[in-house]
């Protein structure tokens, strides 16, 4: 609970809308997309920059922890409260003043409060889009904070490398607002502040607003499930794919049989495309897309698509099982559902890793011959961003399991599996999620003192107020 002078103060700085504190009005601020369930002293909701710049420095003045949230999809505890009942959330979904589109720039100024599907909604009549697509509807800040990937990575790359520029307050007594929010592609002008800014999870200032370069939106699309002999040809399926498409390729996900089923199984919206109804063990999703419109004359993308994999079929190599071209809707239909799938089929403890390309089967391969002698109750059901080295690796337990109900057991198992990706595999424990209380022990654990003591360093210079779930310092 917040003392009610704080309540007060900060109500005249919001006004009414801008605070919540009853209990019911709090819940869904306190409960995370997957592991996290905190106690919020309140909700914050400011509604502009200079909102938000006046209550952070409030709170900074009066010692009062703040975690910034956005959608609230963020998978590493991060967004949401502890359970101490001491920390704010500071909510950014009033934050939606301004969309400011600019056609011959292709970009798009817009307040960090924008869910990601409307900004899309509102964009597609001009024939653009912001092009980070993931299976969640996070809104703007959380993305740039976390720098989502998403499974177009291949050819769009992240948030990163889709922001121009953004607006951010600093925790520190005055609220500083800097103005970072460039419109320009090409700036090189000194410090390229904004970037300390994306994939930062908030601990280094707050982001309110953000300059996003847009893509034209595909008009074509075609996908296929693409069947490898085995998981030494999915490499060369990758590099067969991406010679003979170039940019066309613009999604190449992996899915596991195990994940695949546990969609089919738990969503039951899903239709099951297998012949016979029977799940190979490893599936690509991949995608060809390009931005205009079917001309006379000229081959479909559909067609495109088919004389690639006939070619890849007969060559030498012949890395191919099985492949069809099916709706695209459909097939990402399916994998979009994984997540729900793999979550509702047992207790979930996942990992978000990356590794070199070349690498994803192997860690894969060597999960599988190692975990079952070490955790027998245990269920693989990876799937993930192959074409960008990307893996969700998910493990799955049944919910009554005796020796997982062990409080020691999902930490040992932690341990683990990012020993193996990080030590064995030079991997990432986070790929595309950033950090939060979740895998906090791991940056501590994997990062070099060196580096540790430089950001804390900055962020004692740049926000030294309490400030997010990540700890820097
Ligand atoms: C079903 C499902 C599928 C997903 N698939 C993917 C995927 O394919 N790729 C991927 O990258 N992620 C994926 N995610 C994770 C998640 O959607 C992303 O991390 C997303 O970008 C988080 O955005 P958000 O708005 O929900 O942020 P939140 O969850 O609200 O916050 C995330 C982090 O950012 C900080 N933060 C939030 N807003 C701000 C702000 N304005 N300023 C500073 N810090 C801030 C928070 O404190 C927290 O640390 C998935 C999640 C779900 C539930």
Redesign the pocket.
């Known amino acids: 609970m917040l003392e009610s002078r704080h309540v007060e103060a900060l109500r005249l700085l919001l006004g009414e809308k801008g605070i919540l504190t009853a209990a019911p009005d709090l819940a869904s601020y306190e409960t ?3 592991y996290d369930r905190g106690q919020a002293a309140a909700v914050l909701r400011p509604g502009s920059t200079e909102e938000v710049s006046a209550v952070v420095a409030y709170c900074v003045r009066h010692g009062i922890p703040l ?10 505890s ?2 949401t409260p502890d359970m101490s009942g001491r920390e704010v959330v500071l909510s ?1 979904d009033r ?1 939606t003043d301004g969309f400011a589109l600019d056609i011959d720039n292709r970009s798009l100024r817009a307040g ?1 409060g924008w869910r990601l599907s409307d900004v899309n909604r509102r964009l597609e009549e001009h024939g653009l889009f912001f092009p980070i697509d ?3 509807d ?14 177009r990575f291949l050819k769009y790359g ?2 990163r490398r889709n922001t121009l520029g953004l607006t ?1 307050v600093l925790a520190d007594e005055a609220g500083t607002i800097l103005h970072l929010a460039s419109d320009l592609r090409k700036n090189n002008t000194g410090v390229d502040w904004k970037q300390i ?1 994306i994939g930062t ?2 601990a280094f ?4 607003e953000c300059v996003l370069n847009l893509e034209p939106l595909p008009r074509q699309v075609a996908t296929a499930y693409l069947v490898p002999r085995g998981d030494a040809e999915v490499m060369p399926l990758l590099r067969a794919m991406e010679e003979r498409l170039g940019s066309y390729l613009s999604a190449f996900e992996g899915m596991s049989a195990n994940a695949i089923s546990a969609a089919l199984n738990h969503v039951p919206s899903l239709r099951n495309p297998f012949e016979r109804g029977e799940v190979p063990a490893y599936v690509i999703l991949a995608e060809v897309s390009r931005s205009w419109a079917p001309r006379e004359g000229e081959q479909s993308l559909d067609q495109v698509l088919e004389a690639v994999l006939a070619e890849i079929w007969e060559s030498e190599a012949a890395p191919l099982a099985d492949a069809f071209v099916g709706p695209a809707h459909e097939m990402w239909a399916l994998r ?1 559902a994984l ?2 799938g793999v979550k509702h089929s047992g207790r979930l403890i996942a990992f978000d890793l990356s590794f070199r390309r070349g690498d994803i089967m192997g860690f894969c391969a060597r999960m599988r011959a190692e975990l079952p002698a070490l955790f027998p109750t245990v269920r693989i059901c990876d799937f993930g ?1 192959v074409g960008d080295g990307g893996v ?1 690796f998910n493990l799955v337990v049944p919910k009554d399991d005796i020796v997982a109900g062990d409080a020691d057991f999902e930490r040992r198992l932690r341990d683990f599996v990012f020993k193996v990706a990080v030590e064995d595999f030079n991997g990432s424990f986070s790929a ?5 209380r979740k895998n906090q022990p791991y940056y501590d654990l994997y990062t070099a003192r060196n580096i540790r003591d430089l950001a804390a360093g900055l962020k004692a210079l740049l926000s030294p107020g309490a400030l ?3 700890r820097f310092g």
Do not use: K, Y
């Open positions: 995370g997309a997957r975690i910034p949230q956005s959608g609230n999809t963020g998978l590493v991060g967004s950014l934050m960090a993931l299976g969640a996070p809104r703007l800040g959380g993305m740039l904070a976390t720098n989502t990937g998403g499974s992240d948030v951010v800014f999870s908030g200032g707050i982001i309110t979009h997540s729900e961003h969700h595309e999620h950033a950090i939060g997010g779930a990540a």
